[in-house]
């Protein structure tokens, strides 16, 4: 399978949409350490870009991996939501895949190269289990199609952000932080900017979400679901297409 890095036509943009670039921070990130599972399922980096030390070097543009974990989010109902926070109203509309209820993990893979850093892709881990295949995460009246094709499924964004949500946390958020990009979830990734990436865990009630800068920008990016050998989902993942790692 061949990786195309296209990142390094956009790396001096800042990939945060419409605003001043906040103060790099100097937190200590929580960098992934355990070993990974066996990987099987293609395409292989969806797994092997959460591994640090992987490396791809393509065109003669170099780039590196590590992942890190940003907290857990909440899942009550069992019905996630991947898009961008702005258009909550009009595009959150959950996955027809039922998904654990309970708190897990959001991580990032994180992609350095010479000049800077970029998120590469975001997952919910529902599990440790290896994934033994990958499908489109898919909205209701939408239809399977492999995912090495020219189509995708996923969803744009014009604020450079991505969010995982709970379908009952949707319904309580508070639409207008989603709408000002100077308060709510936008100031909260602020102070974890880390140089043309950010992120935040987002408490509101009893209910959270996960927020973190998507690759290049803005874009329109595919979420998938990676199943076990028993047919459980235990990733979601957004590609935020910084590889094209499809079949030509």
């Known amino acids: 399978m061949k990786y195309l890095a296209i990142i390094f036509l956009f790396i001096s943009c800042n990939g945060i949409t419409g605003r001043n670039t906040p103060p790099v921070v100097t937190e200590a990130v929580d960098t992934l350490q355990a070993v990974p599972p066996n990987i099987v399922a293609a395409p ?8 640090k030390g992987t490396t791809q070097n393509v065109k003669g543009v170099s780039s590196s991996f590590y992942g890190v974990n940003i907290g857990n989010i909440k899942v009550s109902s069992g019905r996630l939501i991947a898009c961008d926070p702005m258009h909550i109203d009009e595009y959150g509309i959950p996955f027809t895949q039922q998904f654990p209820n309970g708190e897990f993990p959001v991580h990032l893979s994180i992609a350095k190269f010479e000049d800077g850093e970029r998120i590469a892709f975001a997952r919910v881990q529902f599990s440790e289990e290896p994934v033994a295949k990958w499908q489109f995460a898919m909205k209701k009246g939408e239809e399977p199609m492999p995912i090495d094709g020219k189509k995708k499924y996923g969803y744009s964004t014009d604020t450079g952000t991505g969010i995982y949500i709970d379908e009952a946390a949707a319904k309580a958020f508070d639409r207008e932080q989603a709408a000002d990009m100077d308060t709510g979830i936008y100031k909260e990734m602020d102070k974890h900017y880390h140089h043309r990436w950010r992120y935040t865990i ?4 009893s209910h959270n979400l996960a927020a973190f800068s998507t690759g290049l920008g803005d874009g329109y990016y595919g979420t998938y679901i990676g199943f076990d050998a028993n047919g459980r989902p235990c990733r979601l993942l957004t590609d935020f297409g910084l590889y094209e790692w499809r079949e030509n």
């Open 44 to 51: 292989l980096l969806f797994e092997q870009a959460f591994v």
């Open 202 to 205: 987002y408490n509101f009630g």
